[in-house]
């Protein structure tokens, strides 16, 4: 079994959502990748990543915003009730979209984001996972290049739940609460990009 079909029972634990991209989502994100990449419009004073490459992608085409929006389903009935500030449902859009060039030592420290949704697609991973594993020889958990969600556990403690990302997740994308705080470990046995995708989803007021 790999790593990313052992995640989605992780995740379904955690009520979050998940999907594999099609031949033609995957190829149109990597393309706007590149595109992002090319055209150099950073967007790191927009964000907390420490990572020097993070780029604004372009707005995707209608079909690739309705794949986003249509992963709020009813995983989500619970949180959804607790947006009680409106007086009338609105519908979801997509607002911001960006892509992450990681290189090795660079790190996303636990944050979380603005919107009501947030999501993570996975472009490229460059290392593999057992060597990054090697790497510290620890009591307990070994973190490095892991994708990590912060939970609280039945006691009221905070609590880690490492997804244990490698080229299983390449075209997967995992989609949650923007209040959900995650962070993302450096990696350290590569010299090449992984490459992300993430964006936000907000509520659009018609008209405004």
């Not at 609460?177 to 964006?199: L, M």
Request: contains cysteine.
């Amino acid at each position: 079994m790999s790593n990313w079909e052992k995640t989605k029972k992780k995740l379904d634990k955690l009520d979050l959502n998940y999907s594999t991209l099609s031949k033609d989502q995957f190829k149109w994100f990597k393309e706007a990748c590149n595109k992002a990449k090319l055209k150099n419009k950073l967007t790191n004073d927009k964000l907390i990543g420490h990572i020097k490459e993070e780029y604004e992608i372009e707005y995707p085409p209608k079909n690739i915003v309705k794949m986003l929006v249509d992963l709020i389903d009813s995983k989500f009935s619970y949180y959804l009730k607790t947006l009680t500030m409106l007086s009338k449902d609105l519908p979801f859009d997509l607002d911001q979209i960006w892509c992450n060039f990681q290189k090795k030592n660079e790190f996303n420290p636990p944050h979380d984001h603005t919107g009501v949704f947030s999501f993570v697609i996975f472009i490229k991973i460059p290392y593999d996972l057992k060597d990054e594993i090697k790497c510290f020889n620890t009591g307990g958990e070994v973190y490095n290049s892991k994708f990590v969600f912060h939970v609280i556990n039945k006691l009221g403690k905070i609590q880690m739940w490492p997804l244990e990302v490698d080229k299983s997740f390449e075209g997967k994308i995992i989609f949650f609460p923007a209040t959900q705080v995650h962070e993302v470990f450096p990696f350290y046995t590569s010299n090449d990009y992984r490459i992300t995708v993430s964006g936000n989803i907000k509520l659009r007021v018609e008209n405004a």
